[in-house]
């Protein structure tokens, strides 16, 4: 695999810096349509069956106590704790329908709870959401999977973290964002750093094997300073883990992003520099640069995978079991079954409606095409392992590469030229001066792209 380097080019990434898919999927989720219908996704369920592939299960659980002025997540920003009950209650019916679709002895090797907050459930709630899962799916029981779950530190203390591991979680992902308070202020997240390492240190002490932190850089009234402070606090607690996400202000798609005062906002040669600060930061302290927003210690099990060519994308960022069909549950979890994708409803009207009614909540998907699954395997080694060995492609799917991406190839070439790539008959490398930009590499393999030319509001920009 290529070497996990990096290199900070700032009149590249000004030339490059364009808005683009993040290719947590291929095709990604702007080509589902609801032609692909709950019925679609039982074929596709049925025919998986045939392989026995291992299971991945996520669950969506929207409500989030307070507003984050930032998020452009699906969230219920709610103070109403009973609004879980008939939540969970849907779940565990949904549970009860997906589990009819898929033979009984597949195990569910990867487990995520995300949100919203996974922990505005009380603790009560959460083990029943872990009951009724293992009653309907065949869970691991020797802390062999991938288990994880995201936490906001003002959500959780000991007790929780105890209660989680008890439940089989063994990896944990902490919204910090930024520790300076003005910050905080600024999009209405106020967290001290004593509750982010509090829990930390209790997942550590509970027997955690990894534990994640969220960054996020551009937001109002950081400057480098104040982030490179945040950065530094977080290395003292020395996580496994860090990704650092850039804040896309979109706010005609995300409403709360409307009480964010744009003036406060870094520009972006800002921007640049605290990112640039930043990876100085993380890879001086022994970080490896993962790709995209991710970063990890040489012997996390995402750096070991990237080294063994074995690391994945899904829509919870990089994984280690691309092998898996991933069941969605909730409301707007996607799933990934088969040669397919699909979406359940993303409000809980329409949601409850569908599970009342004892049907499944997918509203819109997509089967993949011979030339998608193709399409998507270019993506994914590019996105995951910065090189593509092309005589394993041509193997693989019984083609001539050159001739079958031409255009691609051409369009490689200017890249190549600019020292983002270096394009062989036998391979095709993301250069450490591209690495950042690898959203911009794998583009170009997007036959879907040149369609949402004039919609790129849609997606945020590359850096």
């Known amino acids: 695999m290529a070497q996990q380097q990096l290199i900070f080019n700032s009149d590249l990434i000004r030339r490059y810096d364009t808005a683009g898919p993040r290719y947590t999927s291929y095709p ?58 008939p939540y969970l209650s849907h779940l565990s019916r949904e549970l009860e329908l997906q589990s009819e679709l898929f033979d ?147 706010p005609h798609l995300f409403k709360p992003q409307r009480r964010i005062n744009e003036n406060d906002l870094p520009s972006a040669s800002q921007k640049l520099l605290i990112l640039q600060n930043t990876i100085e930061l993380l890879t001086a302290a022994g970080y490896v640069y993962i790709g995209m927003d991710h970063f990890a210690k040489p012997d996390d099990e995402l750096a070991i995978a990237q080294r063994n060519g074995t690391l994945y994308r899904n829509f919870q960022g990089y994984a280690t079991h691309a092998d898996c069909d991933l069941i969605g549950l909730g409301i707007t979890s996607i799933g990934k ?5 699909s979406q359940n409803y993303k409000t809980l009207e329409e949601y409850y409606a569908a599970i009342d009614a004892g049907q499944l909540a997918i509203f819109r998907g997509i089967g993949l095409t011979n030339e998608d699954v193709l399409r998507r395997e270019v993506i994914t080694q590019l996105i995951c392992h910065f090189e593509l060995e092309v005589r394993k492609i041509e193997q693989s799917f019984n083609i001539d590469f050159q001739t079958h991406f ?58």
């Open 28 to 85: 990604t989720a702007v080509q589902f349509h609801s032609d692909f219908t709950a019925e679609t996704y039982r074929h596709y369920a049925k025919n998986s069956n045939q392989l026995t592939p291992p299971l991945s299960l996520y669950f969506h659980i929207p409500f989030c106590d307070t507003l984050c002025f930032y998020c452009a997540c699906n969230k219920i920003a709610t103070k109403d704790r009973s609004k879980v009950a």
């Open 337 to 341: 079954v088969g040669h397919s994708y």
């Open 406 to 463: 031409a255009q691609e190839w051409h369009a490689l070439a200017s890249l190549q030229a600019d020292g983002l790539v270096d394009v062989t008959p036998e391979k095709i490398t993301v250069l450490p001066a591209g690495r950042l930009l690898v959203r911009h590499v794998c583009m170009v393999f997007d036959a879907y792209l040149p369609q949402h030319l004039a919609e790129k509001q849609r997606f945020s920009k590359v850096i």
């Open 104 to 250: 009984a002895q597949r195990m569910v090797t990867q487990l995520h709870w995300g949100g919203g907050t996974p922990t505005f459930m009380s603790h009560q709630e959460m083990e029943t959401l872990m009951n009724v899962t293992a009653r309907h799916f065949r869970l691991l029981n020797d802390d062999t999977g991938e288990y994880s779950i995201e936490i906001d530190p003002r959500e959780a203390d000991l007790n929780t973290i105890r209660l989680l591991r008890a439940l089989g979680f063994n990896r944990l992902s902490l919204g910090v964002q930024d520790f300076n308070p003005d910050v905080q202020k600024a999009v209405n997240r106020l967290q001290t750093e004593k509750q982010t390492f509090d829990v930390l240190n209790a997942a550590r002490e509970q027997g955690f094997k990894s534990i994640s932190i969220d960054l996020i850089y551009g937001l109002p009234l950081q400057t480098v300073d104040s982030f490179s402070d945040t950065v530094k606090r977080i290395l003292t607690a020395n996580p496994d883990r860090i990704s650092v996400f850039n804040y896309a202000h979109l």
